[in-house]
């Protein structure tokens, strides 16, 4: 049985199966359409509780009566793979975003308990976010706040004291890369 783990900037780690998700909070529906730029279009119908939800359960280092510190906060969720993205608590937050992001337990009408939970970002049309076999979710205080990484830039913020400024000419800003993911 695959189970997924809370960690990072919160005042509990958690431990979630699957089955956990289910029973835990209440479960939402979403129907979504994304592309992969590699692989085409799919429709899927998962099931879930809401991520904010779920993270909350935690409690995650902000000030929850505040927006502002809530708005500096990260979301990084990895898949068992190592493949992994990155949200915005902002993007989620109903004062934000409002965004209904789940963490699926049933994907197409079949049980994810096996495989792990995937992400679901409805308003996502590109497929690279809906990881799938989660089995982190690191929380961040974002902006150099966090003391898990030691802040190394140089005085001007930029690390690079030794450089001339360069001014950038949107014309200029050379072709657009196509993407393969
Ligand atoms: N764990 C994990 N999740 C992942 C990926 C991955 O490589 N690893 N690829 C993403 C990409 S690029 C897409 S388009 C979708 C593909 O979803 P599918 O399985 O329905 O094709 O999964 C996403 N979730
Ligand atoms: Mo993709």
Known sequence: MSRLVVVGAVDRQVRLSVADLRDRWASRQAEVTFVCASSGARRHTFRGP????????????????????????????????????????????????????????????????????????????????????????????GLGRDDEEPDDMGSDGTGRDDLDPVYLDPDDAGPARASTR
């Open 50 to 141: 809401l991520l904010r939800e779920v993270v909350a359960a935690a409690g995650p280092g902000f000030d929850p009566a505040r927006r502002r510190d809530r708005s500096r906060f990260l979301l990084e969720v990895t898949g068992g793979d190592g493949h992994g993205t990155v949200l915005s608590w902002a993007e989620i937050d109903e004062d934000f975003g409002n965004a209904p992001v789940l963490l699926a337990t049933e994907l197409d009408g079949a049980r994810l308990d096996d495989s792990g939970s995937q992400l679901v970002v409805p308003t996502d049309t590109c497929g690279a976010r809906y990881i799938s076999g989660i089995t982190r979710i690191r929380v961040r205080a």
